[in-house]
């Protein structure tokens, strides 16, 4: 069973085509047929017009429409005579007949003259068939001609009168995940209409679902972070007091899971924060990237010296990009706190910022162990780890660079570094350059 619509019509039509064809071909051959072999009588009938003055002698074939008809004139004379075929001939009435001469039918007209005197003008119908059947295949060339042409003229009016569907498709397919802005109605055929109306109330109920969802997450982050600071701040003070050894790892493995906690809480706030409203790139400020990374790293840096690793630059040209100074500083803090949580301790971390044709770069580099080959194509799912997580992460920090980096119609890429004296990840964030208005740069907050 064919599933393809575009097949259906192209078949269906085809079909209606080539039998509207054959019906009309065969009518058209048997009318055709007739008139050739009406057109041979009257030639016969011409022909027995000069022979009836006398024009022509018995036994002369006699040239009609062309040199092949093969047509001749018997005299059968006043009174039966000859052979026994001519005189069988010399009992028929005048006109046209089919008889049989010397063995094969022929088509022959008979005539009296006015002294009594008889003949007729005869020819093979076997010469008189083929010739009708000639001329009626003639006649059938343009139709079998045009049979194809017409298939050539569906198969490009069914691709184009579906082309607005494929356009529409190709619309839904180019567009972001979170894009869910009405299907416009304007140039497309009025059979599409129900089906984008159904599409537009299906995102309008998808676009409502996902907000509550927003909310709920932004809600729910927003009210643990207080009894979770609480907790938080209660463990602390149980560090001051004099407690057994076993009670205080048991406070430090407390301490060590609220502090996850309240950073999968931030992350959570941070990620309903961009998906609440999105603004658009042009919309955007225009941000120093090289500044806004300085100053993530200005704040990272007492944790980079506290675990002994070389946290700095490589490369810094000043470059500016579009885009929402929080969620962009936000995206470069997940990129160095995935880092620093990787990298051993004496590590190092490389961060380059460059310009490479009309992309700004932003590249950092790590000596920890990399990701697994096959969690490379799933690290930017939110709360997936990897097949081996370490560290206290929460799965969102990637999730939330992905969405950040293609909100700023950028691109982002994974790399595991596989030289024969290091190891580690090399994470390169490609944004589209902006031009330079002193007067609209921001820094990162």
């Known amino acids: 069973m064919i599933r393809s619509l575009r097949g259906r019509l192209f078949l269906g039509l085809t079909a209606i085509i080539i039998l509207t064809g054959a019906t009309g071909g065969l009518l058209v051959y048997r009318w055709a047929f007739r008139e050739a072999a009406e057109l041979q009588d009257s030639v016969l009938i011409q022909l027995a017009s000069l022979a009836q003055n006398g ?8 040239l009609g429409v062309e040199e092949d008809t093969d047509v ?24 046209l007949q089919v008889v049989m001469r010397k063995g094969q039918p022929i088509r022959l007209l008979l005539r009296t003259r006015p002294d009594g005197s008889r003949f007729a003008v005869a020819q093979p119908t076997a010469v008189r068939d083929d010739t009708a059947r000639e001329m009626a295949f003639r ?160 704040d990272l840096l007492p944790q980079a010296l506290d675990r002994g690793i070389d946290l700095g630059f490589q490369l810094v040209e000043p470059l500016m990009v579009r885009g929402e100074p929080v969620m962009l500083a936000t995206m470069v803090r997940n990129l160095l706190d995935n880092a620093l949580r990787l990298t051993p301790r004496a590590g190092r971390i490389d961060i380059g910022i460059y310009r490479q044709d009309e992309a700004a770069i932003l590249q ?28 206290d992460g929460s799965g969102l920090g990637l999730s939330i660079v992905k969405r950040v980096v293609e909100g700023l119609a950028g691109e982002i890429a994974l790399e595991n570094i596989t030289e024969p004296d290091r190891s ?16 609209e740069v921001s820094g990162a907050a």
């Open 55 to 62: 024009s022509f002698s018995s036994g002369q074939p006699l």
């Open 72 to 95: 001749w004139l018997i005299e059968l004379g006043a009174t039966p005579r000859g052979p026994a075929d001519d005189r069988q001939l010399f009992g028929l009435k005048d006109g």
């Open 139 to 298: 006649t059938l060339l343009p139709i079998s001609a045009l049979i194809p042409c017409l298939m050539l003229v569906t198969a490009i009016v069914v691709a184009h009168s579906l082309r607005p569907m494929v356009r529409l498709a190709g619309n839904l397919d180019a567009r972001r995940a979170d894009d869910l802005t009405p299907l416009p109605q304007a140039g497309t055929p009025s059979e599409l209409h129900p089906f984008i109306h159904s599409i537009n109330g299906l995102l309008v109920r998808v676009g409502l679902l996902v907000d509550q969802q927003r909310r709920f997450v932004a809600d729910a982050a927003h009210e643990l972070r207080t009894p979770i600071t609480a907790l938080s701040l209660q463990a602390e003070n149980l560090g001051s007091v004099d407690l057994p050894e076993e009670a205080r790892g048991r406070v430090a493995a407390l301490k060590q899971g609220m502090q996850r906690t309240k950073h999968l809480l931030e992350q959570l706030l941070a990620l309903a924060r961009y998906e609440a409203a999105p603004a658009e790139r042009g919309e955007m400020p225009l941000i120093a990237l090289d500044s806004a990374v300085k100053q993530v790293v200005a």
């Open 364 to 391: 950092i580099e790590d000596t920890g162990p990399g990701i697994a080959s096959p969690d490379l194509e799933r690290i930017f799912e939110p709360f997936f780890r990897g097949s081996s997580p370490e560290g």
């Open 424 to 439: 580690g990840l090399r994470v390169t964030v490609r944004l589209p350059l902006a031009a330079d208005r002193p007067n």
